[in-house]
């Protein structure tokens, strides 16, 4: 099984501020099949980011990502206030596993 | 607009069962694999299982497999999940997701909660 871990667990940050988040595999992601989500209290998760890099439809574009191999990170440029949530990356190189999650906070 | 709309969840005792359903609508659910996702409460998310359009390919997570069944209906537009020999690390609210691009979940219902206690 491939293990993701994100970091930081807990980010705490400002509006208007940039977040980046980090996702590291234990084993190199086939093809970079690495998604992000964004989920809020009560709410079923978002799709923001597949493929690594590809953005979904509908996400601004404050929002993006890179990397490959094993490393992979979600950058938020200006952070809004509606973006305070968790995200979660998932690879699905190899089977599908998600990370632990990184709350990001005000 | 795609919706998924799960139902089915409820309280059940240890070693119980109980049968989640998940009705899309929106899309034409035959042309797509679909999942089921859960997430204990105040946990993260665990890919559980998916199938493929037709029902011929089917995967599941080690945890579940040999007790947990997905089928679909495509006449009814229609995901299922049969849980038996339920435990308590089986509690979570249950998500279907429509699952594409080898993998990812582009839209997902709003969950059935699923509480296993005596």
């Known amino acids: 099984e491939i293990v993701l871990t994100q970091s930081p667990g807990t980010l705490s940050l400002s509006p208007g501020e940039r977040a980046t988040l980090s996702c590291r595999t234990s084993q190199t992601i086939r093809n970079n099949y690495l998604a992000w989500y964004q989920q809020k209290p009560g709410q079923a998760p978002r799709r923001l980011i597949y493929?690594?890099?590809s953005r979904a439809t509908g996400i601004p574009d404050r929002f993006s990502g890179s990397g490959s191999g094993t490393d992979f990170t979600l950058t938020i440029s200006r952070l809004e206030p509606e973006d305070f949530a968790v995200y979660y990356c998932?690879?699905?190189?190899?089977?599908?596993?998600f990370g632990q999650g990184t709350k990001v906070e005000i | 607009e795609v919706q998924l709309v799960e139902s089915g969840g409820g309280l059940v005792q240890p070693g119980g069962s109980l049968r989640l359903s998940c009705a899309g609508s929106g899309f034409t659910f035959s042309n797509y694999w679909m999942s089921w996702v859960r997430q204990p409460p105040g946990k993260g998310l665990e890919w559980v299982a998916n199938i493929n359009q037709g029902g011929s390919e089917i995967y599941y997570v080690d945890s579940v497999r040999g007790r947990f069944s997905i089928s679909r209906d495509n006449a009814k537009n229609s995901l299922y999940l049969q849980m038996n020999s339920l435990r308590g690390e089986d509690m979570a609210v249950y998500y279907c997701?429509?699952?594409?691009?080898?993998?990812?979940?582009?839209?997902w219902g709003q969950g059935t909660l699923v509480t296993v206690s005596s």
């Open positions: 997701a429509r699952d594409v691009l080898h993998g990812n979940f582009d839209y």
């Open positions: 998932q690879q699905y190189g190899s089977s599908k596993t």
């Open positions: 493929t690594a890099s």
